[in-house]
Nanobody, 121 residues
Framework: QVQVVESGGGLVQAGGSLRLSCAASGSIFSFSSMAWYRQTPGKQRELVATITSGGSTNYADSAKGRFTISRDNAKNMVYLQMNSLKPEDTAVYYC???????????????WGQGTQVTVSS
């Protein structure tokens, strides 16, 4: 199993940038697809971006052109660079491992604590 700890959230003004980090443990990390999700109160968790073990990426429409997911397998780290942030990006952000089944990314049950991102207008 892959365990994760997210960090890097904070308060930023609209138009600003943040870089989220996800420290992952587990010997299978380098073979695992990873993803960033976000969740706001009262809403379902939303998939933001995914990255395969080989580095192929996929983004939600809301993230395309502004967010970049990356990974460093040597350090067991996953990152989410977020630029041109908007107030609607405000959420708790989580990373997780998972598998793609058809067009659906299915996350594991091992969620971390997440990191809060707040974008002020």
């Amino acid at each position: 199993q892959v365990q994760v700890v997210e960090s890097g959230g904070g308060l930023v003004q609209a138009g600003g940038s943040l870089r989220l980090s996800c420290a992952a443990s587990g010997s299978i990390f380098s073979f695992s697809s990873m993803a960033w999700y976000r969740q706001t109160p009262g809403k379902q968790r939303e998939l933001v971006a995914t990255i395969t073990s080989g580095g192929s990426t996929n983004y939600a429409d809301s993230a395309k052109g502004r967010f970049t997911i990356s990974r460093d397998n040597a350090k067991n780290m996953v990152y989410l660079q977020m630029n041109s942030l908007k107030p609607e990006d405000t959420a708790v952000y989580y990373c997780n491992t998972g598998v793609r089944v058809g067009r659906t990314f299915v996350p594991s049950d091992n969620w971390g604590q997440g990191t809060q991102v707040t974008v002020s207008s």
